[in-house]
């Protein structure tokens, strides 16, 4: 999988990894067995895990994180089960991923680009719904923090912002440091995203004064947002 994922980031970057939607070829005929449904397997080594989660009888779910880089992409999708072997069919942002695979008691055996990979069952985990068809969906976003960050704590030339999305409001938290006492300020409001082009805005509710102050703008490109805050832009990294 490492093989074809790698192919796969240079094409993907300047997407965000988890909104993805779920493909069906609709030809479920000859395939109708459904004991995989609400299960989950894993597999762990030196460069990466994988997880594969049958959320049901027809959707499948397909996490990996790569530990060299900290990368992590969600696919989601259909797969076939005939009891023993199968075929799954996932994409990401339009980025295909497609893989057989065959059940040998505890363990689903894979076959994606030559290799083999062994994943052992797990306690099922519920991977939620896979992320909405429309684009202006915010929950690619939700639940992720950004942060941008330069010098030293305590230090005249330190400077942190961070963004933090909920469900439905952004909180943003621009911090200086003044005579070694940090100075912060606070936002709070709701936000939009269009995923198809990574764009969104936030709008800018002081916390102490209750008083709307205007917007800010970001753009989302890979793990970097490009946020505009009043008259300054920063690149903000997101965090684990």
Excluded at 7 to 22: K, Q, R
């Amino acid at each position: 999988m490492k093989k074809i994922l790698l192919i796969l980031v240079a094409a993907m970057f300047t997407l965000p990894f988890v909104s993805c939607d779920p493909k069906d070829d609709g030809d479920n005929d000859g395939w109708g067995n459904s004991s995989l449904s609400r299960t989950t397997w894993k597999h762990t080594d030196d460069l990466f895990e994988s997880t594969v989660t049958f959320k049901d009888s027809k959707t499948i779910f397909h996490h990996e994180r790569y530990f060299d880089d900290g990368s992590a992409w969600n696919f989601w999708g259909t797969y076939k089960y005939n009891g023993s072997d199968g075929q799954a069919s996932l994409s990401c942002y339009g980025e295909p991923e497609y893989f057989t695979f065959k059940v040998e008691g505890n363990k689903l055996i894979i076959s994606f680009g030559g290799e083999e990979i062994e994943h052992t069952k797990s306690m099922f985990e519920d991977p939620g719904n896979p992320p909405s068809d429309d684009p202006n969906d915010p929950s690619a976003i939700q639940n992720t923090n950004w942060k941008y960050e330069t010098g030293t704590a305590g230090d005249s030339t330190f400077l942190s912002v961070i963004v933090r999305f909920g469900t439905v409001n952004a909180m943003v938290f621009k911090t200086v440091y003044v005579d070694e006492e940090p100075e912060t300020e606070s936002y709070n409001g709701g936000f939009t995203y269009n995923a198809a082009n990574g764009a969104g805005t936030i709008t800018l509710t002081n916390v102490e004064t209750e008083v709307t102050v205007g917007t800010a703008t970001f753009l989302i490109s890979g793990y970097t947002m490009t946020l505009r805050l009043f008259d300054a832009t920063y690149h903000l990294a997101k965090q684990p």
